[in-house]
């Protein structure tokens, strides 16, 4: 038997929380599937940025000690660069939490007030003129049917909703792999309040280590099809030799998943057709060093209310979306883009003025390894794409929509 809903939302995730919050609230009837069990398992660092935490706390509440790791929260975040220059810097308005997704997303999906049903993984989703169809597995191997008005793709970077209805845009795009290791810790000189991040082209793309319950996280991020184990291996003895940190062997308990870089630098966000939507990192919402909770949150949020528009209106939803979605866009985009960095202040953490801070002959340094990093990146061709994003930012005030899909 086929259920029909208001509205169906892939994903148990932040987005979906956000998404759920506004549609629930409006009255209209919200369904959330997501494959995994719940409360499930989330691979990140959990450090949400001040705009998430506010987010958080406005739309949900106090978070809940059990959503958070130890230590609870962070200072902020240090860069470092080849030539061992550290550029330490808080965050505006102090401290933010240091979540534990596990918790943190299923508390604020039990908050959105919308039925949940877990292990039940989404197929595939076909978008008729009047309403969408989604087939789904269910835990024993069933296979279920749903028809809802609208669509709300909130299941991250690989989307299954997302690929139902842009078969090729997988293959359109660079694939990076982030992966990360859990170590017993024997000294540690880098600042556990803080969120420590490499701009290192030898180490890789993506390089970072943080403290979290008693333990010391190395990760390691590339091109997808590179070695793990040696891409971590080589950072480990990086910190080792340069910065002092003493650290067992890796524990068992190893992770990694693929990211899609690239569509926040560029200004190519994906966000559905029809009745469907899409939110989040499946969207390639992401802030710069992959923060994703707070644009997940705001994008999820700003779905939720374009179908809540569409329901009122009758209208087309994404006629709403995309007038809804352009804050989200020049927020997120901003943080990436060169001139908005120079010349503005687009991040949540004051990055020239840890600059200034620095001797001259330092910050000289920071400028050519920065150079040197970008230069890393110089194979995808983004350069004179993010050029252009940025050049008509300035004349406009705005990023164009003609490359959102
Ligand atoms: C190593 C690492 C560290 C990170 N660190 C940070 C950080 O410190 N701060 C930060 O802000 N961001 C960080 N991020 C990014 C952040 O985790 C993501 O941007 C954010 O979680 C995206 O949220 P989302 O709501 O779009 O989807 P997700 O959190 O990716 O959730 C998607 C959900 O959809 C479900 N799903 C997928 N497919 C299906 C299907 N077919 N059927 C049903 N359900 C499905 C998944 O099980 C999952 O529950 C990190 C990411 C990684 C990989």
Redo the contacts with the bound molecule.
């Keep these: 038997m086929t259920r029909t809903v208001d509205v169906l939302i892939?994903?148990?995730?932040?987005?979906?929380a956000a998404a759920a919050k506004r549609t629930v609230d409006a009255g209209l009837e919200t369904l959330i599937?997501?494959?995994?069990e719940l409360p499930?398992h989330?691979?990140?660092?959990?450090?949400?940025?001040p705009r998430?935490y506010r987010f958080l706390l406005e739309n949900f509440g106090p978070v809940p000690r059990q959503a958070l790791h130890e230590p609870t929260y962070c200072r902020g975040v240090t860069f470092h660069f080849p030539s061992l220059v550290q550029l330490p810097m808080d965050f505006f308005g102090g401290t933010t939490p240091h979540l534990h997704r596990k918790y943190s997303?299923y508390w604020a999906i039990q908050r959105s007030g919308a039925e949940v049903m877990d292990q039940?993984?989404?197929l595939s989703v076909t978008d008729h003129e009047n309403y969408v169809e989604v087939t789904a597995r269910a835990k024993g191997g069933d296979t279920l049917t749903f028809r809802a008005r609208h669509i709300i793709g909130?299941?991250?970077?690989s989307?299954?909703v997302r690929r139902s209805i842009y078969p090729e845009y997988n293959k359109e795009i660079p694939w990076f792999f982030?992966g990360?290791k859990f170590h017993e810790i024997e000294e540690c000189p880098l600042d556990e309040e803080y969120?420590h991040f490499w701009f290192h082209p030898e180490l890789g793309h993506y390089t970072w280590s943080h403290a979290r319950d008693g333990r010391q996280i190395v990760?390691a991020g590339f091109k997808r099809g590179d070695n793990f184990h040696e891409r971590h291996a080589n950072v480990a003895k990086y910190l080792d030799e340069k910065h002092g940190v003493k650290l067992k062997p890796a524990d068992c308990d190893h992770e990694g998943?693929s990211?899609n870089f690239g569509p926040s630098l560029l200004n190519t966000y994906i966000l559905g057709k029809g009745n469907v939507l899409l939110t989040?990192?499946?969207t390639g919402f992401?802030n710069m060093i992959?923060?994703?909770?707070?644009c997940?949150l705001h994008t999820?949020a700003i779905a939720g209310e374009a179908v809540v528009e569409a329901h009122k209106t009758n209208k087309p939803v994404h006629h709403h979306y995309r007038q809804m979605i352009a804050s989200e866009v020049k927020r997120t985009t901003d943080q990436w883009n060169p001139l908005m960095i120079a010349f503005g202040k687009p991040h949540e953490a004051d990055f020239p003025e840890a600059l200034m801070k620095l001797p001259m002959k330092e910050r000289i340094l920071l400028l050519r390894d920065t150079w040197n990093f970008v230069v890393l990146y110089k194979e995808f061709k983004w350069g004179r794409k993010i050029m252009r994003e940025s050049i008509e930012r300035m004349i406009k005030g705005k990023y164009v929509d003609r490359r959102w899909l």
Excluded at 154 to 157: K, L, R, V
Excluded at 290 to 294: D, K, L, N
């Design positions: 892939v994903g148990a995730s932040l987005a979906a599937l997501e494959r995994q499930r989330k691979i990140c660092s959990g450090i949400l940025s998430g997303d039940t993984s989404v909130a299941d991250g970077p989307s299954i982030v990360q969120f990760g998943c990211e989040g990192q499946s992401l992959g923060e994703g909770m707070s997940a999820g």
